[in-house]
C-alpha cells in the first residue's frame, strides 16, 4: 500500500516538472492597443499563459498612459501637472511636476548642447504653427499652405534654451517668458517604451518587443528558433517596403521619417520635423534609423541625425556608440561602420 506522504511527494514532484515545463516553454503572446501618443502600440511577450500575457499587457499599456498624460501638451489631467500645465504657466510661475518630467526635460536639455542644438524642445511655439498649419492641410487639401516666415521666425525669439528653468531640489520648470513652450514629440515615446520594457524585466520578463509607431524596443532575444535574436525590418521610406533586416537583443531601433504625419502644399511635401535653424520641414534625408541600448537616447539621435549633414550626423552616431543607417530620396543608402554588425542584407 504507498503512503499518503509518498502520495504527495510524487504530486509535489509533478507539479514542480509542469510548472518547470511551463515557464522553460513560454508561448508568443501579442496585442496592441491606441491612445497614447498618437500612435498605435504593439507588446509581444513570451509568456506562460494567456492570463500572465494579460496581466504584463495591461502593466505595460498603463504605463504608456502614464507617461502619456505627464509628457501632453495638448490636454489637462485632473491632478496632474503635465507639460501643458508648464507651457500654460510660461512666464507667469514656476510648475511643480512628476519626477519624471524632470527627468526627462534635464535628458532633452543635455541632448540640446550634445547635439549643436539639432534637438530643441524649446522649439514648442515653432511647431505649434507648423502643426496647426498641417493638420488644416490634412483635412482640407485645397487650402493647404505652409507658415509665413515672419511668423515662425516671431514665435522663435519667444525664448530659447537658456530659458528653460529647472530646479531639481523643488522639482519644478519654469519657461521664462509668456508665449514659450516645451514639446517633446522627439524624446517622450522613446522615454515611456523604455520604461515599459526595464520594468517587464523587473517583473521577471525575458522575452519581450515593444513597438511604438514604428520604434522597437526588445528585451532578451526572441524565442523562436531556439532563442535567436529578434529579427526587426527597417522600413524603405519611398516604396513602403523592407530595405534591411536587423539582429536586436535588448537593443532598440528608433526611425525617423519624412513620410511620417507629411502634408502637402502645391505639389510639394512638407514633414514634421522641423529645422531648428531654418525652422523649415528638415529634407536632407527620407529617413534615418538609429540602433541603441537606450530607446530615449535613440528616439533623440534619431532627430537629431534627421536634421544634421550625413558627416556631422556620422560623428555623432559614433560619439554615442549607436548604428545608423540614412536612406537617400534617391533610395541610395549610407550607414555607419557599428550598423555592419546588425545588418542582414548591407554589411558587405
Wanted: aromatic fraction near 10%.
Amino acid at each position: 500500500m504507498v503512503s499518503v506522504k509518498l502520495v504527495a511527494l510524487v504530486y509535489i514532484i509533478a507539479l514542480l516538472m509542469l510548472t518547470s515545463c511551463s515557464v522553460s516553454n513560454p508561448v508568443r503572446y501579442q496585442a496592441g492597443f491606441i491612445g497614447t501618443f498618437d500612435t498605435y502600440i504593439q507588446v509581444v511577450i513570451y509568456a506562460s499563459s494567456q492570463q500572465e500575457f494579460g496581466e504584463h499587457f495591461a502593466y505595460v499599456r498603463d504605463i504608456f498612459k502614464h507617461y502619456h498624460a505627464l509628457f501632453d501638451i495638448y490636454n489637462n489631467y485632473e491632478d496632474i501637472n503635465n507639460l501643458k500645465t508648464v507651457n500654460d504657466n510660461a512666464g507667469i510661475a514656476p510648475v511643480a511636476v512628476d519626477p519624471a518630467v524632470i527627468e526627462l526635460i534635464l535628458l532633452s536639455r543635455q541632448m540640446y548642447y550634445d547635439t549643436g542644438g539639432a534637438l530643441d524642445i524649446t522649439l514648442g511655439s515653432v511647431l505649434s504653427i507648423w502643426h496647426d498649419y498641417r493638420m488644416l492641410g490634412i483635412a482640407n487639401p485645397e487650402q493647404a499652405t505652409i507658415p509665413p516666415y515672419p511668423s515662425l521666425r516671431a514665435a522663435r525669439a519667444i525664448g530659447s534654451i537658456d530659458d528653460l528653468i529647472v530646479d531639481e531640489q523643488s522639482g519644478t520648470i519654469f519657461l521664462a517668458h509668456q508665449g514659450m513652450l516645451l514639446d517633446v514629440g522627439a524624446t517622450a515615446k522613446g522615454f515611456a517604451a523604455e520604461r515599459a520594457a526595464q520594468r517587464l524585466q523587473a517583473r521577471g520578463v525575458i522575452s519581450a518587443l515593444i513597438e511604438a509607431g514604428g520604434d522597437v524596443v526588445t528585451v532578451g532575444r526572441s524565442m523562436t528558433d531556439g532563442g535567436r535574436p529578434w529579427n526587426i525590418g527597417v522600413r524603405h521610406p519611398l516604396t513602403g517596403g523592407i530595405i534591411d533586416a536587423v539582429q536586436l537583443q535588448g537593443l532598440s531601433a528608433l526611425t525617423s521619417g519624412g513620410y511620417h504625419r507629411a502634408y502637402t502644399v502645391n505639389g510639394l511635401e512638407y514633414n514634421h520635423i522641423i529645422d531648428p535653424v531654418t525652422l523649415m520641414p528638415a529634407e536632407r534625408f527620407a529617413s534615418i534609423t538609429i540602433i541603441h541600448e537606450s530607446a530615449m537616447v535613440g528616439e533623440m539621435l534619431s532627430t537629431a541625425l534627421f536634421v544634421l549633414p550625413l558627416a556631422d550626423g556620422l560623428t555623432l552616431a559614433q560619439r554615442f556608440g549607436a548604428a545608423a543607417i540614412w536612406v537617400m530620396h534617391d533610395g541610395t543608402v549610407e550607414f555607419n561602420e557599428m550598423y555592419r554588425e546588425f545588418s542582414s542584407n548591407l554589411s558587405d
